[in-house]
């Protein structure tokens, strides 16, 4: 659902900071990115269950720190291995970048539909402190990319702005309290 408002931002900015040319192949990667963020979400969501086949369950302070742990641990593994070995292709068409987009939500929502749903208890109210904190991270996480794509080219660039930084920030936070 977040797609086009990543991908507008993303986009935006990089036509801002390297020109339209620079974005517009950039954005031959997008669907690219959204695939790769598929990758993290589904590895997370297998990391953070790593520890209950480990027989970690004792305290639950602890335990959902492992949660967390080993599911970010996964999921950016298995990021950064998609980005690596897709980046060995070339992708010369938006078309074929948005077919394989659509086969991979498929094998994606086949593998989702599968896994359990847990039950979560309903969440505080986030104090304008965290939700500041928040911003600035995720501000300067957009930051630090566009200064990535600037010496990495804009593959890279357009496929690491894709990355769901702030959701990885918001599990962290919530998890740890």
Sequence with gaps: MSLPVITFLSLLFMA???????????????????IADLVYMALFAVGINLPGYLGVNKNARTRKIKEVFFGLLLGFTGYILFILISGQFTVLSGWVSLAALWIACIIFYLIFQKMQVQKTARLKIVPAGDILLRGLFGGSVVVAIVILGDSAGYMWQDVTLKFPSWKKLNILIISCR
């Excluded at 801002?16 to 959204?34: D, E, H, K, L």
């Design 16 to 34: 801002v900071s390297q020109g339209v040319g620079f974005s517009s192949q950039a954005a031959i990667w997008n669907p690219i990115g959204a």
